[in-house]
């Protein structure tokens, strides 16, 4: 093999967040007696949390603020009585199920059995250990790296020095990181020094100072890189 690690993200890497998300929130709204709400409501809250999620790679907020911040937003701007604190805790609960894997991600897996692999992501520890460990994924990792463990967020060369001491590893020539968000996980990368694999299903523009070292379209494409 032509790398010894792979570090995988999580959303939209191997796991549909989409999908993840999208129940979720349908499941907190009819929690609290809003079925109609996600639909209602959903083109607003993907605009206050993508907002929050680049203030957390930035630094600017943490994911203790953005869990609850996110609905604080939401309520406020539909004059909604609901209580943030107590629809996060509910929300972050029914997401902690979606174990929805990207197509082709378990197979994957499998296949780069003479790999070492780990996950390395920005998500909420709960969230994120209670998604891995209930999907047909729940073995394949030798370490499971979150932001709120170490201190550091991607693209922090921190979350990546974490990694690999946690890994036991020192040589950068022998990793590759694969993800689906550019300014975080590719850029991440670059930065520490180490081979970069973007993930972009849908073909999105690439961002002019942010070069990977590979892009695919699809995770099966990831086994002729690493052979």
Not at 110 to 118: H, N, P, T, Y
Request: glycine share 8%; net charge negative; with cysteine.
């Amino acid at each position: 093999m032509k790398y010894e690690v792979i570090l995988f993200d999580a959303d939209d890497t191997l796991f549909d967040y989409g999908l993840a998300e999208s129940r979720a929130l349908y499941n907190a709204f009819a929690h609290f007696g809003l079925p109609a709400g996600a639909e209602d409501y959903a083109d607003s809250y993907q605009e206050i949390n993508r907002a929050l999620w680049e203030d957390l790679e930035q630094g600017r907020v943490t994911s203790a603020v953005l869990r609850v911040e996110r609905f604080n937003r939401l309520f406020a701007e539909h004059k909604l009585e609901l209580s943030p604190e107590a629809f996060s805790e509910a929300y972050l609960r029914f997401l902690g199920e979606g174990t929805f894997l990207i197509q082709g991600a378990a197979e994957l897996c499998r296949e780069l059995s003479g790999c070492r692999l780990a996950v390395i992501t920005n998500g909420i520890k709960d969230v994120q250990l209670s998604r891995i460990q209930g999907s047909p994924l729940c073995d394949a990792f030798e370490q499971i790296i979150i932001s709120e463990e170490t201190g550091y967020r991607k693209p922090e060369t921190g979350i990546f020095e974490y990694a690999f001491d946690k890994l036991g590893i020192s040589d950068r020539s022998r990793v590759l990181i694969v993800g689906d968000s550019l300014t975080s996980d590719i850029q991440g990368g670059i930065s520490y020094g180490i081979d970069t694999c973007w993930f972009n299903p849908l073909g999105r523009a690439s961002h002019p100072g942010i070069r990977p070292t590979y892009e695919i379209r699809e995770l099966s494409e990831l086994l002729e890189i690493t052979r």
